[in-house]
């Protein structure tokens, strides 16, 4: 199985800062890598996929990058609703596993 | 707009059965493939289970191979996860979801599993 490794695995930091986390995989996974938004009491929702694709209705805030094994999700300008954990999670092969999450938090 | 709506959740004995429904509405439900996502309390979110829009192609989590069981009804537009044997590490909220691909773009509200005696 392709194990997805998240760092860091939690984050605090202040509104208006642009942030970094990254995800690597345990082997190529090619741009087939995901990121997926949670807050706490709902169900994720989809930001990235095709590790740079923006999902329709995400903000222009968020963009994804990198390809093969090491992967990045960016937040340009912290806002006060991006406080939330987010998973990555590759969709190359069955099992399709995701990253441990990072939680976001105020600073 | 599309919709899922989880049900069939509760709690179970170690060792019982369950079966979870997930009823979509606002898309042609038979053309996509979906899939089965669960989050243990505090935990991260773990892939159970995937099928294919005719139903034909399925395929598990190591952690649930051979006891659960994926299932779609194109007629009802409804997706199934028939799980038996089952234990307390399968305690879990389960998130049916909309396949793009190989990616959940449309997740229901998620539906809690309780097994404990």
């Known amino acids: 199985d392709i194990q997805m490794t998240q760092s860091p695995s939690s984050l605090s930091a202040s509104v208006g800062v642009r942030v970094t986390i990254t995800c690597r995989a345990s082997q190529s996974i090619s741009n087939y890598l995901n990121w997926y938004q949670q807050k706490p009491g709902k169900a994720p929702r989809l930001l990235i996929y095709a590790a740079s694709s923006l999902q329709s209705g995400v903000p222009l805030r968020f963009s994804g990058s990198g390809s093969g094994t090491e992967f990045t999700l960016t937040i340009s300008s912290l806002q006060p609703e991006d406080f939330a954990t987010y998973y990555c999670q590759q969709s190359y092969t069955s099992p399709y596993t995701f990253g441990q999450g990072t939680k976001l938090e105020i600073k | 707009e599309v919709q899922l709506v989880e049900s069939g959740g509760g709690l179970v004995q170690p060792g019982g059965s369950l079966r979870l429904s997930c009823a979509a509405s606002g898309f042609a439900f038979s053309i996509y493939g979906m899939t089965w996502v669960r989050q243990a309390p505090g935990k991260g979110l773990e892939w159970v289970s995937v099928?294919?829009?005719?139903?034909?192609?399925?395929d598990y989590a190591d952690s649930v191979k051979g006891r659960f069981t994926i299932s779609r009804d194109n007629s009802k537009n409804t997706l199934y996860l028939q799980m038996s044997s089952l234990r307390a590490e399968d305690t879990a909220i389960y998130y049916c979801a909309k396949l793009g691909g190989a990616v959940a773009g449309s997740w229901g509200q998620g539906i809690l599993v309780t097994v404990s005696s």
């Open positions: 099928i294919s829009g005719s139903g034909g192609s399925t």
